[in-house]
């Protein structure tokens, strides 16, 4: 079993920078490939951005190419979320989610077994 809890979300202004972080616990948790996922008002969930069980591969949704940053420190069982330059359509509900490693990177969101509760960010324009 692994539990996920989210922290960092809040309000900003275009343009501003947030950093989320995702801290894990259960004694498996380093082992498996994390994501984040995001639900913006009234839309489904989507992917935004995904790290290999080691750090070693990063993906990331078209949208966030440039802008955000995935990374996870394994020793503190911790997984963040660096965004820059935000934008008004970045409003959403942020959600860390984590996977067996054969689906890292995977953008469907059937293939993780564990989520958080989720942290809001809004930026307004």
């Known amino acids: 079993q692994v539990q996920l809890v989210e922290s960092g979300g809040g309000l900003v202004q275009a343009g501003g920078s947030l950093r989320l972080s995702c801290a894990a616990s259960?004694?498996?948790?380093?082992?498996?490939?994390m994501a984040w996922f995001r639900q913006p008002p009234g839309k489904e969930p989507e992917f935004v951005a995904g790290i290999s069980r080691s750090g070693g591969r990063t993906y990331y949704a078209d949208s966030m190419k440039g802008r955000f940053t995935i990374s996870r420190d394994n020793a503190n069982n911790t997984v963040f979320l660096q965004m820059n330059s935000l934008k008004p359509e970045d409003t959403a509900v942020y959600y860390c989610?984590?996977?067996?490693?054969?689906?890292?990177?995977?953008?469907?969101?059937?293939?993780?077994?564990?989520w958080g509760q989720g942290t809001q960010v809004t930026v307004s324009s």
């Open positions: 259960g004694r498996t948790a380093s082992s498996y490939a």
């Open positions: 989610a984590a996977a067996l490693e054969s689906y890292s990177g995977s953008y469907y969101k059937g293939h993780y077994d564990y």
